[in-house]
């Protein structure tokens, strides 16, 4: 937009009602000496070039959406769907864990029979020696 344009000195865009982002173009104009791009509707980061940053807040202000340097600091949003999209692939792999632990217990239950020890005998063994119960037969 302002590509061609590397001679301009001034720009005063105020009042214009202009939306978006400020365009890097605008931002590289080397020669620029004033600006004024107030009470519009323009969002996103000021680009962080020593030639914008020389201007005072007062040039960029009441433009909701725009952030940084000479304005506030910009804050860092997460976009909604992602964060749903991030929760709903947890809470999948939490539940394929549950259900893969679940399938796994019934499994040795039916496949072995009464064979607990026999998985975890180095344990009862070592617990019995220090007068811990950990399983009770039922008679």
């Given at each position: ?69 000479p ?28 259900i ?40």
């Amino acid at each position: 937009m302002f590509r061609n344009l590397t001679g301009l000195e001034v720009v005063y865009l105020s009042h214009n009602h202009l939306e978006g982002e400020i365009p890097m173009s605008l931002a590289s104009l080397s020669l620029l000496k004033d600006i004024d791009l107030s009470k519009n509707s323009l969002s996103g980061p000021i680009p962080q070039t020593k030639q914008l940053w020389s201007f005072p807040a007062s040039r960029f202000e009441n433009n909701s959406g725009l952030c940084g340097h000479p304005l506030q600091a910009c804050v860092a949003s997460e976009d909604p769907s992602e964060a749903e999209e991030l929760e709903w692939w947890f809470w999948f792999v939490v539940a394929m864990g549950f259900i893969s632990g679940v399938v796994c217990g019934i499994s040795f239950a039916v496949i072995w029979p009464g064979r607990i020890e026999y998985l975890f005998g180095d344990v009862i063994i070592l617990m019995q020696s220090k007068g811990t119960t950990l399983l009770k037969k039922c008679s």
